[in-house]
């Protein structure tokens, strides 16, 4: 009797993995699920500029046309909403063989990030930020690199925010 309690341990923990390996697959599901978002467009748009150019060119409420890779600090995603920051691409970010944990976080770089860096905020059609996070929504992380449509703020200090209704993220 003993001897067939231990042969069942094998069986329950192969039954334990097989359904925690199901809830992972669900899981994963979930998360492709959410980037056929309303907000993702199919087709890269033409005459993107990069963050940096647009910082020195862009009016406030001007419809923009925006390329960046997704970070410029170890947390480039704000918890609760779809926005994020992105950095000019012409940028170098840090590499992993370097020694960074955290190459989204352009350490190497950072004095080049200030003036090529811009604030990515999705909205809805009120113009309200849309209140999901942008890696579910969009299918995003650190380092993808991004097209995005929107209209251009500037505030005193020559920060750049785009109010994005369009989102391409290259593959």
């Known amino acids: 009797m003993k001897t067939s309690h231990w042969m069942m341990i094998p069986v329950v923990a192969f039954t334990l993995l097989s359904v925690g390996c199901n809830q992972s697959d ?3 599901n979930v998360e492709s699920a959410g980037t056929s978002s309303q907000y993702i467009i199919d087709s890269e748009p033409e005459d993107a500029i990069g963050v940096g150019e647009a ?3 862009a009016e406030n409420e001007q419809a923009i046309t925006l390329v960046g890779t997704i970070g410029g600090s170890s947390a ?5 909403i779809a926005a994020f920051t992105i950095v000019d691409s012409k940028v170098p970010y840090c ?8 190459p989204w976080d352009y350490c190497c770089t950072q ?10 905020k ?8 849309v209140s999901q996070d942008a890696r579910e929504l969009l299918g995003v992380k650190e380092l993808s690199t991004v097209v995005i449509q ?3 703020k500037r505030d005193d200090q020559g920060n750049l925010t785009v109010a994005a ?3 391409f993220v290259k593959k």
């Not at 590499?95 to 955290?102: K, L, N, V, W, Y």
């Not at 999705?122 to 930020?129: F, K, T, Y």
Request: aromatic fraction near 2%; hydrophobic fraction near 35%; include cysteine.
């Open 26 to 28: 669900t899981a994963s």
């Open 150 to 152: 929107g209209k251009a």
């Open 122 to 129: 999705v909205v809805d059609e009120a113009g309200n930020p």
């Open 95 to 102: 590499a992993a063989d370097e020694g960074c944990p955290t």
């Open 111 to 120: 004095e080049q990030v200030k003036d090529n860096i811009a604030t990515i």
């Open 76 to 80: 480039p995603f704000v918890d609760g």
């Open 55 to 57: 910082k020195q060119s």
């Open 165 to 167: 209704s369009e989102v």
